[in-house]
């Protein structure tokens, strides 16, 4: 196991070095970054100056080795709207996001496990094809939509919740229903199948043999096998809402991470964009690496080996 | 357990019905609309829809904030989610079989390269990647489609890579490399026609996915530009007016649903009759 | 020694396709003794057992004339009282010792979780038992046993450790679902051993199902027979092997080689065809379609014969009838 965990972490390492190429290549698209700051009113003179200032007259390859080198060393460049380290701006704003993330993960697990496994104990019922059926709605509902409806008749008609902001810790439950949204629907449908095939398994039918209450047969011997899947997804799912939380914390004027990113975009602050795409990025490397630690806690014969 | 086919098969006519409908309403919207979609009449902002109090017969759907006819502008937008939809996963598509069938087909260190790239495109995140491209390059149909076209491959190329392992060790492929096939033979004559059906569920899934992120890209502002009648800039162009008039998102958001709703529902159909696992 | 333990009558299981898997069986094992059940596979013994056991997959009927455990209806309890007999005073060990135990669990808390369920016994108690059993079944170094996940196990170990599982509630009945079938000969014999001297030591009454008739020989007080569910022949083992009645009986034994009384290259006996399925409404004898004495009347209702108290069967022939008299 330690090998294959090995093999792993050189894999992360691989890929968050292609990541730091991709992210960098990102900002350069423009053809001229430089004409892109200055913004459309800049004269040719402006626009010399923030190339020199910026270190954008440099050579492509010079510009990326800086950015490797520093990035490695945990400098993620400045920002040229706050005057600020990109790494600072970041840690600011990592707590809101990482709230949301979790809370709306919390929310996706405690929904999606009990609806699955109800799911999987009636297979083929009406109830079965019920729940399934949140799974396809859920899945087509636009997030950012939902997010508004929410607002609109859970926080403005019935005046239940907090509709932006994150003064006090309810405003994190609508932003946090809408992100667990988007994960519900796999979760649901992973834990369903993990439970149908754990349920008839021929451990469980030795689990009935002996006796054993309803709910020990289902929560704790089918569950525990069921979940191994559904616990790295989970870790996974959790990378994919943090990065996905751009939409909601706009929608909810919550000030995390995402929402860093798309000002940083709209207002051309590209250290900041590079260094949020980079830190993004790094975070879904590493929560899939802790899926794959998770699942080797999780299962027996993977601990072994 | 076959459980209750009935409503499998209802869902998935209805899906088929909402595709081919939005299909019918892009194709021929010149025909179709009542009023020009970006003609503004500063006189009759805000029309409520005819069934309310306030709206008018000429708008069945009402107006938007600078006077424009609302039906007119959601079938003009069905227009758009329908070319991105389809654009996408063609672009998508052809990425993502490509690097899945080679990389399943023949293995080894090409199979680690696809798997390679498959992880590094999942680490990247979606949405903010999409965002800085559409906002440097500048936010037009085309370069909404071919972003979204160079990220959401992921998918193809997994089921791909999966259902060709499969197909490759079967009887009848082993019987052609015997045969003396050349690869490419082999590879489009009985690789791709017995991995086909998995791969059209697939399209539908991202066909989805792909409507709903420029729902959300045209939402934040860098998806397709105004004046286009995209669905998610109709939302966002509403949604200062939403608390007096929640209609304004109301209609353009049920339609992305409807739609997305049912391409899934079409994807679940198809699914069914094909033989396809969910995600091989 | 002659006071009946399970007493089963006309047991009948219906799938949902229509099919009848077992129709009309009746069963009855003895306080103490082992009781064979012997047919091919598909004949509806292991679905016979788990009907006993109420461990039938869902969308599977039961139903019977009469199903008693120790003088207990069966078919009055509910899952709830079932359970409170399953795994405390009637144990089952099934076929797949492979699969049968749960990964995620070590052995020693999948064993102790029975006592402690039906005993409410302590961890501790219920782990020092299992320790004891595992000794018992021949498992050395017990406590170290106990601490490892079943994947650290050989598949002979593992029926071992099923059987110790069994045991743990000191059981009058065993249900032994084609325990060796999955192991490897010489495991076999020794897990077979085991099942003799246990039964011997506790008064452990077992329902052994199988279909190698070189275990029914070794293992049985008595057998029945079954095929397409039915149980077509009954008898205390030695009657039956010494005066197979019914033609598919006959048969079996037929096809299997005995040492020295089989020359080198000598043709061993089979039986043509296979065991049909059997539609709803289905009357007449099962058999008639492989059966050398096939006669038209085999259509019929066909009467249950006693060819001495105790051995029963289910043929239109009389008893001894000759093996060539149809030919």
Sequence with gaps: MVTFLARRALLALLVTLTVLTISFALTRLSGDLAVSIAGPQ????????????????????????????????????RSYLYHEPAAKLIRERLPVTLTLGLTGLCIALLTAIPLGILAAMREGSLLDRAIMLIAVIGQAMPSFWLGLLLIIWVGLKLQLLPISGVDTWDGYILPGIVLAFSAIPALMRLTRSGMVDALASDYIRTARAKGLSRASIVLKHALRNAAMPVVAVAAVQLGFMLSGSIVIESVFSLHGVGYLGWESISKNDFPVVQAVVLFLAIVYICLTLLADLLNAVLDPRLRAA | MSGFPPLRRIAAGLGAVIVLGVAFAAIFAPLLVPHDPFLQDLNQRMVPPSWMEGGMPAHLFGTDQLGRDYLSRLIYGARISMLIGVMTVITSGLIGITLGVLGGFFGGRVDDV???????????????VALSVVSLIGSSLTVVVFTLGLLLWDRFAVVARTTTMQVRTLDYVSAAWAAGCSRSYILLREVLPNIVHHLIVVATLEMALAILLEAALSFLGLGVPPPLPSWGLMISEAKDYMFFSPWVIMVPGIALFVLVLGINFLGDGLRDLLGATRDA | MSETLLDVQGLRVRFGGGTEAVRGVSLAVDRGETHCLVGESGCGKSVSALAVMTLLARGATRSAERMAFAGTDLLGLDERGMAKLRGNRMAMIFQEPMTSLNPAYTVGSQMAEVMRRHRGASRRAALDRAAALLGRVGITAPGMRLAQYPHQLSGGLRQRVMIAMALMCDPELLIADEPTTALDVTVQAQILRLLLELQREL????????????IVARMAHRVSVMYAGQVVESAPAADLFAAPTHPYTRGLLDCVPAPGKVARGAQLGSIPGTVP?????????????????AMPECSGDIPAQTRIPGHRYLCRLPAGWPRDAAA
Excluded: N
Aim: include cysteine; glycine fraction near 10%; charge should be neutral.
């Design chain 3, 277 to 293: 399925r059997i539609p709803l409404g289905f009357t007449g004898c099962a058999f008639r379609d492989r059966c050398a004495q």
């Design chain 3, 203 to 214: 008064g452990l009454a077992i329902l052994l199902i199988t279909h190698d008739l070189g």
């Design chain 1, 42 to 77: 800049a004269t040719a003179q402006d626009v010399e100056i923030i190339r020199k200032a910026y270190g954008l007259d440099r050579p492509l390859l010079a510009q990326f080795f800086d950015w490797v080198g520093s990035a490695a060393s945990g400098d993620l460049g």
């Design chain 2, 114 to 128: 696809v798997m390679f790239a498959i992880t590094c495109r999942l680490s990247i995140p979606l949405i903010l």
